[in-house]
């Protein structure tokens, strides 16, 4: 498994337009091997700026590589640069490959 986030801090009087943004676009997630799970977390607010992350679940590194490289994704990001002044900052990349993972197991009737 292979996690991707990408954290935004978002000026705090921007947040609710932040999440419209993302509640509103095509993705184009469902289209790609090996994606499994999208989720935006809303995280602490500072100041002045609210803290989010986009995490998306895949198979592998190699699937969300490829993500990276497909027509699905540049439709995806097609518009991105818009939301630009909604950010302090740059969005921060961050990935993960999985060394353990645990699920909850059924409980026992």
Sequence with gaps: MFVAMNRFKVFAKDAEAFEAVWR???RHLNEVPGFVEFALLKGPEAEDT???ASHTIWRS???FEAWTRSEA???AHRSAGDNKPMYAGHPQFEGFE????EKKQKDAA
């Design 24 to 26: 509103d676009r095509d």
């Design 50 to 52: 609210v803290l989010y």
């Design 61 to 63: 590194r190699a699937d």
């Design 73 to 75: 994704f540049r439709a």
């Design 98 to 101: 999985s060394v353990l993972v």
